[in-house]
């Protein structure tokens, strides 16, 4: 029986190679996933240990609270240095000040893709010595080093110079030197940037402090007991780690935020391709055993056993799910190179160190692949073991009908509601989010299964339907095309499942975020009645004199400054306080009261407060309750809630007034200000004016409101893109499902395609049929995939509409996406029609 299934694969190499492929696919972007992550982790993780193998103890800040933004704290009195010096076993001491800005070279500010721009403040020690490949350190006030990834985009050497922009305002600089960091030239976008410790201090408001301080032991003390030395000399609000553990921190930290979000959702764009390969291994299978019933008859009547039958097709399973799981494991390494040069596209040029192939990856694709592949083989297979033995033997026998047949469309009932069940309970149920996010999934798998089940009994009129126009088109070639997909109404809706599932998930994408654009530009305009918003470009804040600055613009008739800065308002729950004009407020804004008015404004004094719907909910407080909000510099105040409104898009947190905000924060941080313009002046020429009024501002970005809404779309539309180009691989897969059951179509009927070519149809014809065919399944899995879509996008929109999410249906994608699926449909036709029209027809009349 081994030599029967070897043979099986050998005789029939291209619907081996095809079923290979769909499942080879699915596991060469789980594996690909696996080894991308493993190579950051891993990059960051020597970045880490690298960056502190000269240090053995650091001092930090402790963070106020939980979830608090990284660098956000008051730092540490510069005198502090000479404190941990008088310890006792301290060879060498050095501090540090950091913070975040951005860097205009040329007039344009340097775009990071939403990484970060650090400062670091350069002190001569051989703690860590950084790798300077051209120049030298600073020295001078006015100096700067540059990361060389910067310094090679930029073309920036010694002498060049640029502009540093922070919270204090744009600072001329000169590029003094250029180095790599920890043996990197680029960190995963970001721009790293050496300054004096005078100049760090003075461009990011730490007059007299510093944000870390790094310590070298003296000879045979241990790193371990310098810090317990140095924890006991100094306050209760410093953190003392070892230069081991804050690597290994700083590493964890990394890798948990990749472990929570990019490797569980380039897994799931995986599991959906498998998904998917294993509805194409199923179809394949069966109508492969159906082709084969003859020889299974054959088999029996020789004395083959019914577990002989079935093990000849599971080893068939095997090697493919073997061969499927070994290629995909090597396909794995290009699916990693193509993703991280994605990334790269986009600004994140994220360090990877070489190859990293775990032997957890390994197990994962030889078992994902070989499970997936035996498991979508069972039903065929054990459906062959059923096979007559005398009956089969004679011409035009069929396969004894599965005894599940009749039950069809009660299995498919049961199987949605247990879908539907598992997706309301992950998304109205409790427990953790990734609990929730799997059952959720789980139940939309279900979904999928039971409309894969249950279009058996629809496919067949809605071939009908479709192949009318191609009959009128074509009558011979369209009545046969039509005609052959209601044939056999089990193949052809399984066929169009493996496309319904990818494009289902495409659609629900779509959908939502069509319903996502619209409940952003739908909340703008109820609440935003400026006509212009300046803002920092890659999430900086701007000046706090940008107000002051446009107001004096001619042609503006009111201003408002929105500042923001983060507090915990609850154990473990962190909001954004902002800060707003109550009393200017009104001019450009309009609150969108969920309970209160505006004349809650007026009464926010220095302890009131009025909050987004969103964050009074995760906050348990309404109207007349007390919240207590606590600064990362320890402030604490207890606000009363005078309001809540809806705001989802931009004051999504708790809105006090200015004066509320001063006294929680000494300095201020502008997000954002809005303007209008007075009735009757040219709108662009003001436009024009308040830019000239921000030109010594280059990260400050002037938009009109419609061109701050497009910025805001274009983002989301960024976002699909991404999300759409990862999808197309399931889309990919399908066209190999529809291309292997064409070409086995094909080899089933070779008979009556030759009788027709003997009776004068012509190649062209033939091409034509198999191509019609194609279409026909492809819109019909295209037809389905839209409608799962929508429901889905539908249920989850419904589920959040109370976070300001609308459903939306973006007609034109979805027209596209019937297009795309014609589109599928003739490429899938290309091989199996050229192999139709070339079929002899002497040989193919004589075919058994």
């Excluded at 990919?732 to 529809?738: A, D, E, K, R, T």
Aim: proline residues 4%; glycine residues 10%; contains cysteine.
């Amino acid at each position: 029986m081994i030599r029967v299934a070897w043979r099986s694969l050998r005789s029939h190499k291209l619907r081996t190679v095809l079923t290979t492929v769909a499942i080879l696919l699915g596991v060469a972007m789980i594996s690909g996933t696996y080894v991308l992550t493993d190579q950051i982790d891993r990059g960051f993780r020597e970045i880490f240990t690298d960056a502190y193998r000269g240090t053995d103890v650091t001092v930090t800040r402790k963070a106020r609270f939980a979830g608090q933004l990284v660098g956000a704290t008051e730092g540490l009195p510069q005198d502090m240095v000479e404190q941990v010096r008088a310890v006792d076993g301290v060879e060498q001491v050095y501090g540090y000040a950091t913070g975040m800005g951005a860097v205009v070279v040329r007039g344009e500010v340097v775009q990071t893709g939403g990484a970060p721009t650090l400062f670091f403040s350069y002190s001569p020690n051989d703690l860590t010595p950084p790798d300077y490949v051209r120049g030298r350190p600073p020295e001078e006030p006015g100096e700067v080093a540059v990361i060389q990834k910067l310094a090679t985009d930029e073309r920036l050497q010694p002498g060049s110079p640029i502009t540093v922009v922070t919270d204090d305002g744009a600072h001329e600089a000169t590029v003094c030197g250029v180095f790599r960091f920890a043996a990197q030239s680029s960190l995963g976008g970001s721009i790293l940037v050496h300054t004096t410790l005078s100049d760090a201090q003075r461009w990011f408001g730490m007059a007299g402090r510093i944000s870390e301080i790094d310590v070298r032991a003296e000879a045979g003390v241990s790193a371990a007991g310098l810090a317990a030395r140095i924890r006991a000399a100094l306050p209760a609000y410093t953190e003392v780690k070892t230069g081991a553990q804050a690597a290994a921190d700083q590493t964890r930290a990394l890798s948990d935020a990749i472990g929570t979000f990019l490797r569980p959702v380039l897994l799931s764009f995986g599991g959906i391709a498998v998904f998917v390969g294993a509805f194409i291994i199923f179809n394949a299978f069966s109508m492969t055993v159906a082709q084969r019933r003859r020889e299974f008859a054959l088999l029996r009547a020789l004395g083959a056993s019914r577990s002989q039958v079935l093990w000849s097709i599971t080893a068939e399973a095997l090697v493919m799910g073997v061969l499927a799981s070994t290629a995909g494991l090597f396909a794995g390494l290009g699916v990693a190179a193509a993703v991280n040069q994605v990334f790269r596209s986009g600004g994140f040029d994220i360090p990877h160190s070489g190859l990293v192939l775990q032997p957890r990856t390994i197990v994962i694709a030889l078992v994902v692949g070989v499970v997936v592949t035996m498991l979508s083989a069972v039903a065929p297979a054990l459906r062959a073991t059923r096979v007559p033995p005398v009956a089969a033997l004679q011409e035009g026998a069929e396969l004894p009908r599965s005894r599940l047949t009749r039950l069809t469309p009660a299995l498919a009932a049961v199987v949605a509601v247990l879908g539907a069940l598992l997706i309301a309970g992950g998304m109205y149920g409790g427990g953790s989010t990734l609990v929730r996010l799997a059952t959720t999934a789980a139940g939309a798998l279900s979904v999928f299964v039971a409309v894969a089940i249950a279009s058996r009994s629809f496919v067949g009129p809605l071939a009908a339907w479709l192949g009318w126009p191609l009959q009128k088109v074509s009558p011979v070639s369209g009545r046969l095309a039509r005609d052959n997909s209601r044939r056999n109404p089990g193949r052809t809706a399984l066929t169009a499942a493996a496309l319904m599932i990818g494009l289902a998930v495409v659609v629900f994408v779509a959908v939502l975020a069509q319903g996502l654009k619209s409940s952003f530009i739908d909340s703008f305009d109820r609440t935003v009645r400026a006509d212009y918003i300046i803002a920092g470009t890659n999430y900086m804040t701007i000046p706090s004199d940008t107000e002051r600055r446009i107001e004096s613009v001619p042609g503006v008739e009111a201003v408002v400054s929105l500042d923001a800065q983060q507090v915990e308002a609850k154990d473990g729950v962190t909001a954004v306080v902002w800060g707003i004009d109550p009393v200017a407020i009104g001019r450009v804004w309009s609150f969108d009261w969920i309970s209160g008015d505006d004349a809650a404004l007026a009464e926010l004094g220095r302890r009131g407060a009025v909050i987004e719907e969103q964050t009074a909910a995760s906050l348990g407080v309404k109207r007349g309750g007390i919240v207590r909000v606590t600064t990362v510099e320890g402030r604490r105040a207890d606000l009363k809630v005078l309001g809540t409104y809806r705001d989802p898009m931009i004051l999504n947190g708790i809105t006090v007034g200015m004066a509320g905000y001063d006294a929680l924060f000494p300095k201020s941080q502008t997000f954002m200000v809005v303007a209008k313009a007075r009735p009757g002046v040219d709108v662009g020429a003001t436009q024009r004016a308040i830019e000239t009024a921000m030109a010594s501002v280059p990260t400050a970005k002037v938009r009109s409101t419609d061109e701050y809404k497009e910025s805001t779309v274009d983002l989301v539309n960024q976002l699909l893109t991404l999300v759409y180009g990862l999808l197309a691989l399931s889309v990919v897969i399908s066209l190999f499902g529809i291309v292997n059951t064409l070409v086995l179509a094909v080899y089933e009927r070779t008979r009556e395609i030759g009788l027709l070519r003997a009776i004068g149809m012509s190649r062209a014809q033939v091409r034509a049929t198999v191509r019609y065919e194609s279409v026909i399944t492809s819109i019909i899995g295209a037809l389905m995939g839209i409608v799962v879509g929508v429901v889905f996008a539908w249920v989850v929109t419904t589920r959040f509409a109370g976070q300001g999410i609308v459903f939306s249906i973006p007609g034109a994608q979805l027209a596209a996406f019937l297009l795309l699926a014609v589109v599928v449909g003739v490429v899938a036709a290309i091989l199996p029609a050229r192999r139709a029209a070339r079929i002899d027809i002497l040989a193919a009349i004589q075919y058994e």
